[in-house]
């Protein structure tokens, strides 16, 4: 059986969209639902269709027509199968680390390791003479790397989005916490990379601080990405985690990276 993946963008226009079945189906020939139709219906079978639809909460009336008529094909002919399944589009980062307009589903991304967006957000402050950065402990229930402590919040950068935007929105949606865009330190760009099983993630990391002063009491945790939190010393950290088991997928590279920002 044929498979076919098909990415359909709520951000896109009619012509994309249909630019983006042809390119899928084969065909030049494919502008609206009549045409689609004509090419779904001489397709040869068995096909099956695992079309991907952006999860944004907008109205798109080309792809109400394009699911309606895969959904006819599917029900008129039992060797055509479909499937529509919505999931968070990423877009793709090129090899000059530029971020394109190009996007795809998280799940392929991460599938097939492409290079895309995402933030780190590092919540510290000064006591004495050291530096404590707010971990986060990551929920039982994550895909990657659950029960380890991590960076205070993180996420990736859906399409459309720009990276202060989405660290903003992270340390909301993860830690209850709405700060000002300008409280957002930049401290510089990282790749980082992770791979297990059939999942190869594959990121440019936009790494941010912010010096705002909380209380860990006043917080409010997402359950589904966030178990606990703690603060830690940076020294202290480091030396925990070269000589203690301790679980945690931190960055080296981003404490050293936050101390050359502080100090």
Not at 115 to 137: A, C, E, S, Y
Not at 173 to 188: A, H, N, V
Request: charged share 35%; glycine share 4%.
């Amino acid at each position: 059986m044929e498979d076919v993946e098909i990415f359909l963008s709520r951000l896109a226009s009619e012509n994309k969209l249909y630019e983006e079945i042809a390119k899928k189906l084969g065909s030049h020939e494919i502008t609206d639902k009549f045409t689609l139709a004509g090419a779904v219906a001489d397709k040869v079978s068995p096909v099956s269709y695992k079309i991907y639809i952006s999860d944004e909460d907008l109205p798109n009336e080309t792809i109400n027509e394009i699911k309606a008529v895969f959904a006819e094909a599917a029900e008129n002919d039992k060797d055509v199968n479909v499937e529509f399944i919505s999931d968070e589009f990423l877009n793709i980062i090129d090899d000059r680390a530029r971020i394109t307009s190009e996007s795809k589903p998280r799940s392929l991304v991460h599938r097939d390791g492409e290079l895309h967006p995402t933030v780190h957000i590092w919540m510290i402050k000064r006591r004495d003479m050291g530096v404590f950065v707010l971990l986060q402990k990551r929920a039982h229930n994550k895909e990657i790397n659950p029960d380890c402590f991590d960076v205070s919040a993180a996420g990736h950068v859906s399409q459309g989005d720009e990276f202060r935007y989405t660290a903003l929105k992270e340390v909301h949606e993860e830690l209850g916490l709405d700060i000002e865009r300008s409280k957002l330190e930049f401290i510089g760009l990282k790749r980082a990379e992770y791979s297990k099983g059939d999942i190869h993630d594959n990121e440019l990391v936009a790494v941010y601080i912010c010096r705002e002063s909380i209380n860990i009491e006043d917080l409010t945790l997402q359950s589904s990405e966030v178990s606990e939190v703690c603060w830690a010393e940076i020294d202290e950290l480091l030396s925990i985690m070269k000589y203690e088991d301790i679980p945690n997928c931190i960055s080296l590279e981003e404490l050293d990276m936050i101390k050359k920002a502080v100090f």
